[in-house]
């Protein structure tokens, strides 16, 4: 029996949505709807060569094919009786045909909803999103400057901080808790603290079936019952078939079947290294991982036709001295931006990931990287945007204070995402003749520029604007100054209560929760 | 008469070329072409929201045209008797056939020459170039943390610090010697700085019609000779012709008259700020921009006809909270970007600004700000950024560490701009088919992987890609840490020597020459 109103059973604080907050912080943000703004004016390849590129992935899905790590999965022999073939060295060969199908049934979007519905988001092809990703194991202390071990107190911090965050749309554990024993105590006890944590969108990675289950239950619990999250899913799956290059793994498999089944949407992830575990030519890394995600959508679709899913062919970058990942390159911002080009060519959406900087710092390094990789990702019009926000090291690090300065930069873009408009009003011709020919000589007080003061523009919330004199008379502070400043008021203060204690009580009485009620602000 | 060998006269040290400097380096860097990669993949507006921009402009130097400050300059009469109308309002109305005859005129490239002719530019819609400009009457001293005064040996060191990089492609000065006394001295004393600092191209700014004359001197015995300069121009004017909104001021039109005369490239500058002298509406800043460096582009033409210049439509954000200046927001990213669009679509070279920070440090605000403004920038297809490194506090700073970091985040930007090469070897079929089916599993050893380490990469001087451990070993510095360490060896060490002694000491004849030959390291 399913519930015909899918946001019964949920707590919702008031005003606890985005124009609240919107509101609570005095200072004007360009509201925008949950389908994005449309990109995808940015164009790294030709169409000519995106479809050279969609050709090769093709052409080598059908005669190299993908190798089976471990038992053939139960969806890869459906696959084989359903058109794909074993090929002499044991390898499944699939044909173009049966990735077009795949392709044609695979959603042009759909909805992850929020715990709070104003932060619902519709994931489509040209409509970039920002979220946050993993898995850093180490966290900047900015007080001290030195790296820590991370654990699952981090999680609830980093969910509750990027709950304040207005320019980041959905939230997954970028820092792991590495204090947690088994894998059932992370996955639980993770999925818990961004449930808590946050009202926005989740993503998540889990370990085993039997952990998909598990949390399918906790938040059906959060929901109100059994069969609420496959409603309104509240998070998505980050889950790879495979391991690069060309390669399903059984295990991984297997759980991306349950989470099919239970209804998460999908990232179809891939993530070869170029020059590891894709070639070295940034083409071929492209055709490479695209080959992989296309036949992780192969395998989605056959395991449930039409499943909600996202193209996630994510070719990263080594740094051929050492062999060590090197997510901040312009080699890596042209990979992710033509991958997000090759799903908006296909016409479904895409998840890339960008904001990878191998600086430890939130220092420049990190602001010039982060900016251009996802710059150019969000105008090649990548629906999701992940590791968007937080992250340092080439992964392995994240910060606090950096979700915080990272949010400015991401309203910046998204702002140059939302991009020009050109209409006869915002041409301007009657306010340039008036202030010219008879007028002021200025527009300072022009009706239209009072009037778009909170439309065309938006004003950062860190980011510093003053004049020298003005900035030093508040103490030269640099943005990591004001942004430990916001963050240190907000872990004092935000404990987000939009999970009642009745609920909270179920699940801690369901699952061994890691939390206490103490360090969730709860009696 | 005219020298047969342009070069002649030019006294060049051996090894003084990029490649040098490249190889004295020890990191690869992949080598470009004077032309620059191919741009134009960004499109913030569509063809038809350009053409609206465009049939507006037109309509408003057609209706609204430009007033004039002051005397009426020679070429503005010239203009009145060739076509162009005086108003009933004293403004002069410009046919749009008279911008599209001055368009047809304007060269579609330029050479914008070094002293060192290896660094000589193509100057050319869609091949952008990135430079410095100004002009900043502060300078952040790292060590301190404090702003000070800029005087002319900051513009010395500035020129020198940025000949060594080689993302940089001309140099203009930012810090402004504001210990000169007179306006005479500052244009003698910046000139001859930057001259002796520097053998990439230059750009420079004069006060007065003898400035100019006095500096085309200067040039012309450096380069060996009278007459010289003008055979290979080794610096563009940047010279605004009016004050917006929409004026022509006379003293800056006989400037910019007698600069066409001695054969500078000029820059036509247009910078109005939205909201304050254009209209809020992005839009319509961009309107008036564009008619304000049209009309630029008439008066040019008719002083000399088909004389070298960009398209300098420059549209300003103000904070519209304060009416300051802000250049670091995503608003300014989109108007220059447009602008950028606007020019390739005329298929002329433009000048835009990128990069200026509202940031007073070389922080994360700053990494991002910029980063953001100047991809943006360069993939819409602008000929030349200027303002790309250094800049600080809405161009009212300029810090030293902060060319030697924005060189880094320039040469990932190129990176992104030079794009994917999509051939039969980049696609790779025959590396994955290899490593798939009989071979490793993993493309380490590739023969291709080898072969495009040093061709499809590069490797950045001081972004750190190290680990966590690596970085903590090596003292947990940000790239603030190392730029300055960088920045001061080569103010110890670097005082190029391409003017030889005997040039120099006529110079210092003709010319009051406040910086000393023991500051140039000269004996």
New interface residues.
Partial sequence: MTNKDPTAGRTRSEGSGRAARVRSRKQPVIERSPNGPLAG?????TTG?LE??LE?AY??LE??GM?VMGDMPPAALKMLEEGATLSD?G?ILIPRSKVEDALALTPKSFTLHGFDSDRSIEVAAGRPHFGTAGGAV?ILDCET???RETGLQDVYDMARLVDTLPNIHWCYRSPIARDMETVELLDNNTAYSLLRGTTMPLGITLGSVQNVKNVTRMFDLALGGEGRFSETPIAHMVQGAGVP??RFAYERCIIKEEAIRQGFPIMIASAPQA??????????????STAEALAGIVYANTVKPGCPLTFAAWPF?S??????M?G????Q???M??VAQVALYLGIPSSVAAGMT???????????????NI??AG?AGAAMIHESAGMH??L??CCLE?YV??N??L??????IE?????D?????A???E???DGA????G?S??LE??QS?????A???????EE??EAG?K???DRAMEYTKNTLENHHPTHISNEIDDKIRQAFDIRLSKEAIGRP
Same sequence: chains 1, 2.
């Fill in positions: 004016r940015f164009n790294p390849l060569e050279r590129i090769s052409h080598v005669t190299v190798e060295h390898r180490s400057g030195e790296y290059p060309l020059g590891a575990t894709s070639p070295a030519a940034l083409a071929g890394s492209v055709v490479q970058v740094d051929l001295r050492t062999g060590a090197s901040g390159s312009g080699e911002a042209l990979l931006a033509a191998d600086s430890k710092l939130p220092d420049a390094q990190s602001g010039f990287e982060k900016s251009l710059a150019l105008h090291a080439s392995m690090g950096s300065i990272d400015d930069m309203g910046n873009i998204l702002r140059t991009g020009i408009t050109v209409s009003d915002m041409l301007s011709i306010p340039i003749k202030v010219n020919i000589g200025h527009y300072l022009e239209q520029t778009l003061m065309e523009y938006i004003y950062p860190h980011s510093n604007r003053n004049t020298i900035w030093k030269s640099s943005i990591v």
